[in-house]
């Protein structure tokens, strides 16, 4: 006997009976990518549901008959009701458009999975010891992200409609040229503060994530801080998210850059009681201590007006580093770059490899560039595998425990430095045939350093020649030394 409609599920209902009565199967097509198997409440809807799911991959349009035959041999048609629930379907079903039958059981399944997440937070909390509180609250919120980020699925678009985007975007892109007084240079991020790079790059585009690889020692970190350094110049607020070394370390890294002073330099001065940013007290007991102390105040009045912010925790994982990226785009809505040293000290969700872990890593930080609509430089540590190689130059497959990271990124680089690798000597301490550790002249404070654009996915690959002091913590680009490729 057919059930009474009031017991029925009228939008589970309504989109059941528009696909079965549909012999072309296109309308199941429409539908599938809006709706799982678990959005339909009422478990006979949800077996017939997936019936159709099964025969689509097969290429059999999920009709009445298909359906029935398909059922009756996986032996679920009677759990789904039979013949009697069958037969009220098309009966039951009311002339309503399906897809707004479709967004109302989607948003009251979002809904139920919502509530549903946040019970068992609350009862995980209540009732389970929880060792790492931080570690709680971050996969707690990545699980209701995940949630969240299912309200809507975008619908297919016409090309015309692409177009008039297009040209909106383009018209925007030129009004933004003649605020800043420019004119159109090709460069339609934002500007690198290196020539060269831009002609390449075009410039740090939001919402996409950059790899700089390097073996240890090479001068990655000291590059990433010029890139961040060149930006906020300009004015334009960004992020370090340091990892591995103290915010007062990389604040001296910068002071070198912005004083034109060595460490060496800045750590042979006399600095008195009462000194402070905006005024230091240092004992001149030569012309020369007077000139560097004059040097260094204004390097820091230089370094402390810049809106370089820094976040110095230790070996972060993923779920607190996405929080707390969200957290300042929030305090700083106009952060212009953000990056992150080094990819090998963030910890993810445990998983059967480090290279699972990686990718998982490599993943979630892709889509928070995306939803923050920010550059995101992310630094990695290049395997020994280029220690091997005749001339050691880095390639993309040293990029250290997955492919997932190449794949992820939109711009990879590869630093490489020749005198890393001097000729005639070894570091003290390592045996003759030590392939893990290279061979450094520490004797030269001037470096050549090639920058491979080795993966653009919007433009042109190439290399680069910068020029790396050491000392001061400066990369200075070749002037139009760029050799595309």
Not at 84 to 95: E, G, N, Q, W
Not at 403 to 424: N, S
Request: glycine share 6%; hydrophobic share 35%; aromatic share 6%.
């Amino acid at each position: 006997m057919a059930e009474n409609p009031s017991n029925l599920d009228l939008n589970e209902i309504s989109i059941l009976a528009d696909i079965l009565a549909d012999e072309t199967g296109n309308d199941y097509l429409t539908i599938a990518p809006q709706l799982e198997d678990d959005d339909f409440l009422d478990e006979r809807n949800r077996l017939i549901y997936h019936t159709f799911g099964e025969l689509a991959k097969r290429n059999i349009s999920p009709n009445a008959a298909t359906v029935i035959e398909e059922m009756r041999n996986n032996k679920t048609y009677e759990r789904a009701g039979g013949d009697d629930y069958f037969l009220s379907i098309p009966k039951s079903a009311v002339p309503v458009s399906v897809q707004l039958a479709v967004n109302i059981l989607r948003d009251r399944s979002l809904l139920n999975k919502f509530l549903r997440c946040l019970r068992d937070i609350e009862t995980d909390a209540q009732t389970k010891p929880i060792a790492d509180i931080p570690d709680f609250i971050g996969k707690s919120e990545a699980t209701i992200l995940e949630i969240t980020q299912k309200r809507r699925v975008a619908e297919i678009l016409k090309m015309s409609e692409v177009g008039e985007s297009l040209v909106n975007r383009l018209v925007h892109q030129t009004r933004e040229f003649q605020l800043h007084g420019k004119k159109p240079n090709g460069v339609t991020g934002l500007e690198t503060g290196y020539e060269n790079l831009d002609r390449l790059t075009k410039g740090w585009k939001k919402g996409e994530i950059t790899i700089i690889g390097a073996r240890p020692s090479v001068g990655k970190t000291a590059f990433a801080l010029n890139l961040l350094y060149q930006v906020a110049k300009k004015g334009t607020p960004v992020i370090f998210f340091s990892l591995e070394m103290k915010a007062e370390d990389i604040a001296m890294r910068l002071l070198s850059l912005t004083s034109r002073l060595s460490t060496e330099e800045i750590n042979s001065l006399e600095f008195q009681p009462g000194s402070r940013a905006e005024h230091i007290i240092v004992t001149s007991n030569t012309n020369e201590d007077a000139s560097r102390a004059n040097r260094l105040q204004r390097g820091l009045q230089e370094l402390t007006q810049l809106p370089f912010y820094i976040d110095d925790t230790p070996g972060s994982k993923i779920q607190d580093l996405v929080s707390k990226c969200k957290k300042e785009k929030n305090l700083i809505p106009n952060v212009g770059l953000i990056a992150i040293d080094y990819l090998g000290l963030i910890t993810g969700e445990k998983a059967d490899s480090r290279q699972s872990e990686v990718a998982s890593i490599s993943r979630q930080l892709k889509a928070l560039a995306r939803q923050l609509d920010v550059p995101l430089i992310v630094l990695s540590q290049l395997s020994r595998d280029s220690e091997k190689r005749e001339n050691h130059k880095p390639m993309i497959s040293d990029l250290r425990d997955s492919g997932a990271i190449e794949q992820d990124a939109d711009l990879v680089m590869m630093l490489y430095r020749k005198d890393y690798y001097a000729l005639g000597g070894q570091v003290k301490g390592s045996s003759k045939n030590d392939d893990e550790t290279p061979r450094i002249d520490a004797m030269n404070p001037i470096s050549s350093v090639d920058v491979t654009l080795i993966k653009n996915r919007n433009g042109q690959t190439g290399d680069m020649r910068f020029i790396f002091d050491k000392e001061h913590c400066s990369f200075n680009s070749v002037a139009d030394d760029v050799e595309e490729f």
